[in-house]
């Protein structure tokens, strides 16, 4: 694990090495072991290194016996031990134990597609010499990003948007197309960034940069053809089987390993699996707040602890008391980008707990979306329902729902505001009520908030919708997801908020095999009855207790809505003020102001659009503005003082 970074000339000159070093410089947190660099002709590539696998040979750059291959990795490659044989019967010889060589000799001997052979997560530059060029490519569902940039003299790549700050001439200033989507989004879709000139890397995609220009070709897709001719029973065992499988392949590791466990379905199945495949008890990490009935609802120490018994771990949890207000600009720098998921906070500070021990942990990030554990997907199941009502019924349905009071933090105003939710999504087509279930605004609010709209708007829902086929609702939704909200949130999250605590993740339920088969499964096989994950559920049996598999969803977040109205008001306040806003020249007050007094009166539950509103502000004073994230943290204390 690492972050790596590099630039390619487009005049041909030779690149300054010491801007190749400002670059990891700025992403030291990915690897604070080690780094490396390689310049040649028009191309310098580099790395810094967090080691896992081969501790001492494993140092970046490699390059292959005559130097004319040389590469630099981010991630795992899972199967590199049978890359590795197979490479040998072909006649290659390696120079170390490293998974990241295959990559090199993997090239060498299949060309281009070799990426198509790797089962892992990954951001790789390679460089060849003979044919001046550079490829640099990204794993096929987004778990290890990429950014970059063209300017017209040079091609510029990091892990992390930060480094290409570093290089010279690269403007801090917002794309207008990216915040109109991340107003309505909570996130910034690929491939816009934040950053005016900054993009990402699409999922499953490799970049060639050579004197010709720029191409960049997509190497898979998720599947969206469903296989009905297979059994429950069959789909059952071929789920099962594969869970573990993946586990078992991601616990490879020459340092000490661990996971996050909650006492859900998703990190109980990976603990179950590590459990069964590990010669010693595994460390597993939990977190909880500390406070009133609003951090109580977040709280799943005691299923969790029951579940870390239940296997005999090594079990260890924190119950935190977080100081927001200073956390936020911190993790805010870490991420690039705004976001408005608060699971961002949770995750660093569960990783910050885990890395006392350990170096490499791993997540149940993705069983919802592969096997349908959220609430959205159960509301196309109920559709059909919604369908046979009579249109007075309807818009009675719809009159009631516009009034329900709204707010996530206890049981009962939570199902009020899912029930609002989806009865205001119902009139909808099909895609638009997943816009509706996932977005934090909608469109029109998002216009409302935009003081300069974009020229061009760039819809990265729509043109999910348009690249996914097929006629099952719940392939279609995966494939969206896919695309959309499991790369440029969760996955980015996931990697920023580990990173950020030198912590290696990985999320063996996104192991590519197993969401190719998780694909091909039918909505009515996956979710029987209306019941969420329960094929997943079925699957896992005899591996998990029933009180595990039956426990209703949390999500791992925080209680930001209540904070907001609380202990985070003040703040809220002062970064949103009218002074504030008319100076940053970004919104409009009115609205900001409207959402904030209607949060606080449990009319509608604005938790993640004020979220996404107060991480603007506060991202913009940390990467627009050029200040630290302790100046930043100083202000917000001051502002609350």
């Keep these: 694990m690492c972050g790596i970074h590099g630039f390619f000339k487009l005049d041909g000159t030779r690149p300054d090495i010491d801007w190749l070093a400002r670059m990891g410089d700025a992403t030291i947190h990915r690897g604070p072991d080690d780094s490396g660099a390689h310049v040649d002709g028009p191309c310098a590539i580099g790395m810094r290194r967090l080691s896992i696998i081969d501790l001492s040979g494993g140092h970046q750059p490699i390059a292959n016996h005559d130097g004319s291959l040389v590469v630099v ?21 390696f120079k ?95 491939p816009l960034s ?4 900054i993009r990402k890397l699409p999922i499953a995609s490799v970049m060639k940069i050579s004197m010709a220009g720029v191409s960049i070709d997509s190497y898979w897709q998720p599947p969206t053809a469903v296989d009905a001719r ?4 069959e789909w059952t065992r071929r789920v099962r089987e594969q869970l573990e499988a993946s586990v078992q392949m991601q616990m490879v590791s020459d340092v000490p390993i661990g996971a996050f466990l909650s006492g859900g379905v998703d990190s109980g199945a990976v603990l179950a699996f590590m459990a069964r495949h590990s010669s010693s008890p595994v460390k597993t990490y939990s977190i909880g707040f500390d406070g009133g009935a609003a951090e109580r609802f977040y709280n799943e120490l005691d299923q969790a602890r029951e579940v870390a018994t239940m296997f005999g ?15 936020l ?19 660093y500070l569960v990783s910050e707990f885990a890395r006392r021990d350990v170096k490499v942990i791993l997540s149940g990030v993705g069983g919802d979306e592969l096997f349908g554990g959220y609430r959205r997907y159960l509301g196309e199941h109920y559709m059909r329902y919604v369908d046979w009502l009579p249109q007075p019924a309807k818009r009675g349905a719809a009159w009631l729902a ?70 099952d609702v719940l392939a279609r939704m995966f494939a969206v997801d896919a695309r959309t909200q499991l790369p440029d949130d969760l996955l980015m999250l996931t990697d920023r908020m580990t990173m950020a ?38 699957a896992l049996a005899d591996v998990l207790p029933r009180e595990v598999l039956r426990r209703p969803k949390r999500g791992f977040g925080a209680p930001m809505g209540a904070w907001l109205k609380g202990a985070l008001s003040e703040m809220l306040e002062s970064a949103l003020s009218r002074k504030s806003i008319e100076a940053r020249g970004l919104l409009r007050h009115a609205p900001v102001a409207r959402l904030i007094e209607d949060h606080r009166a449990n009319r509608v539950d604005g938790t993640d659009r004020l979220l996404a509103l107060l991480n603007l502000e506060i991202w913009c004073r940390v990467y627009l503005d050029d200040r630290s994230s302790v100046d930043v943290a100083d202000e917000l204390e001051e502002a609350v003082a």
């Design 96 to 190: 170390t134990e490293s998974d990241s060589e295959v990559v090199l000799h993997g090239y060498a001997q299949w060309g281009e597609r070799f990426v198509e052979r790797l089962n892992g997560m990954f951001g790789f530059a390679l460089w060849d010499r003979r044919r001046q060029t550079l490829l640099v490519g990204r794993d096929r569902l987004g778990i290890k990003p990429i950014y970059w940039l063209n300017d017209g003299r040079r091609v510029a790549f990091a892990s992390e948007a930060k480094a290409l700050l570093a290089l010279p001439g690269v403007p801090r200033e917002v794309d207008p197309g990216a915040l109109e989507a991340y107003l309505e989004l909570g996130y910034v879709p690929s």
């Design 402 to 471: 516009d009034r329900l009071p709204s707010d996530r933090h206890s049981k009962w105003l939570n199902y009020s505001r899912l029930a609002k939710n989806f009865i205001g999504a119902a009139a909808l087509p099909f895609a638009e009520r997943y816009r509706a279930y996932v977005g934090a605004s909608s469109a029109a609010e998002a216009a409302e908030l935009m003081l300069h709209p974009p020229a061009e708007r760039r819809d990265a829902i729509a043109a999910a919708f348009e690249a996914s086929g097929g006629d």
């Design 501 to 538: 605590a030198s912590l290696e993740c990985r999320v063996p339920l996104l192991d590519h095999d197993l969401v190719e088969l998780a694909a091909q499964i039918p909505t009515g096989v996956k979710l029987a009855g209306g019941e969420l994950k329960s094929l997943m559920k079925k």
């Design 230 to 233: 297979v059994s429950p029973a």
């Design 194 to 197: 934040m950053f005016r000139g």
């Design 329 to 347: 600009p911190k993790l805010l720098w870490h991420m690039d980008e705004p976001i408005a998921d608060s699971a961002f906070i949770t995750t």
């Design 313 to 327: 771990t090594d079990h260890h949890e924190i119950l935190v008391k977080p100081d927001v207000v200073r956390l």
């Design 73 to 93: 990795c981010n991630g795992e490659i899972y199967n590199f031990r049978d890359l590795r044989r197979e490479l040998l019967a072909h006649g290659h010889a």
